[in-house]
């Protein structure tokens, strides 16, 4: 066993209260690794809250037990806070303050921008997901069952985009094998994440993908996004997966122009360029293939700067030819 997979282990049996949470902008690896330490963590009869700084987004309402996540808490104290998923405690969000409230931080992430914020850190740039490192940690307590095996599916199944992106491998189909035996119903799942949109949902995901910016011989596709609406449900993917439809492009990016000035930008590669490089040139972090930050100015003037920066990585780049 892993050093560190057993000093958790070790926290965990030694402790009794626990605090949960993830990073703002929750999504499926958030949710479902959340959900699977909670409802561990009360197997081994431990006192568990889990806090986040946003509101659960509907389509991960049927998650087991998603009703428990609390958006505040009073001045419990605890043991242990958890975080998972999480590339930087700041990313918590307004949780941040709770988390002086614990004696001792674990850290489980899979964000190669990890900043080892925590008193225990384990790092795994190599999972697909933080559920698929949870089931690593289970696994080796022997703890499992229907309701967990459901939360750590549906965080591989989203990170890995379906099992489609670069850090699908032979071990994250292993563990999905063995999260199977536990009678989870994959086509129920998919329709919870992926059927999702209302007409007026279609038509403004059909307005930006229909102003796409595209330079073939750089590579790059990008849209600017005046207006961003936040859904019940990850709009970011749904217009990237749009976009990957493109041939020959290997960065996708989205620039979201929020209040006070700033401007969120979501980064895609397919197969080569490093967009967690790239991301944390301006601020940001993330994966290799996935990352993103926040920058401060005009919409037109970060669009400039960042795709001026992602030509160098694009430059001369030979990308597979359609067959
Ligand atoms: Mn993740």
Known sequence: MKKVIKKILEKIKNNKTFLITSHMNLEGDALGSELAMYLFLKKLKKKVLICNNDPTPQIYEFLPFSRVIRPSLKDEKFDVALVLDCSDSSRVGKVKDYLSNARCIINIDHHISNTSFGDINWVGPNY?????????????????????????????????????????????HKVISSLMQYEINPHHIDENLHSLCSPQDLSFISKITSSLKYDGRKKICWSLIRKWEDKGFDLTEVIFS?????????????????????????????????????????????????????????????ERNVIHFVKRYTNGLKTRKKR
């Open 242 to 302: 749009v976009m990957r439809l493109l041939r020959e492009v290997e960065v996708f990016l989205l620039f979201k122009k929020l209040d006070r000035g700033k401007v969120r930008v979501n980064f895609r590669s397919r197969n080569y360029v490093d967009v967690n490089h790239i991301a944390q040139f301006f601020g940001g972090g993330g994966h290799k293939r996935a990352s993103g930050t926040t920058i401060e100015g005009s919409l037109e003037s970060v």
């Open 128 to 172: 697909s997901s933080a559920c698929q490192m949870l089931y690593k940690l289970f696994a080796h307590h022997g703890i499992m069952d229907r309701n967990i095996a459901v939360c750590l599916y549906t965080g591989i199944f989203t990170d890995t985009g379906s099992f489609t992106y670069a850090n699908t491998n032979q071990e994250t």
